[in-house]
């Protein structure tokens, strides 16, 4: 059973920064894409950032381009959001996703809540 576990998030003041993590069990992600999503109150769920298996590839979407850092540490089987200068408009519960090779999502974490205050 593969089960993946964000942690990380909290309440921090605008221009602040957290890490969340990505703890994937049950299957390696060495071989995999690795996303995080996020989901503000009321709007969908949106993506923020990918890395390529090998980490050689990373993007991210413009709202949080040179704010946030995707990374991850296959040999943990975790992947990681470095979250910078953060605003109140990135609070959300963060998602982390299995990504396919068909661009498909194969499994997601429960989420962790970042709020940010003003």
């Known amino acids: 059973q593969v089960q993946l576990v964000e942690s990380g998030g909290g309440l921090v003041q605008t221009g602040g920064s957290l890490r969340l993590s990505c703890k994937v069990t049950g299957r390696t992600i060495s071989t995999t894409a690795m996303d995080w999503h996020r989901q503000a109150p009321g709007k969908e769920r949106e993506f923020v950032a990918t890395?390529?298996?090998?980490?050689?590839?990373?993007w991210y979407d413009e709202s949080v381009k040179g704010r946030f850092t995707i990374s991850r540490d296959n040999a943990k089987n975790t992947v990681y959001l470095q979250m910078n200068d953060l605003k109140p408009e990135d609070t959300a519960v963060y998602y982390c996703?299995?990504?396919?090779?068909?661009?498909?999502?194969?499994?997601w974490g429960q989420g962790t809540q970042v709020t940010v205050s003003s």
């Open positions: 890395i390529t298996y090998n980490s050689v590839g990373t």
């Open positions: 996703a299995w990504r396919t090779i068909t661009g498909t999502y194969a499994y």
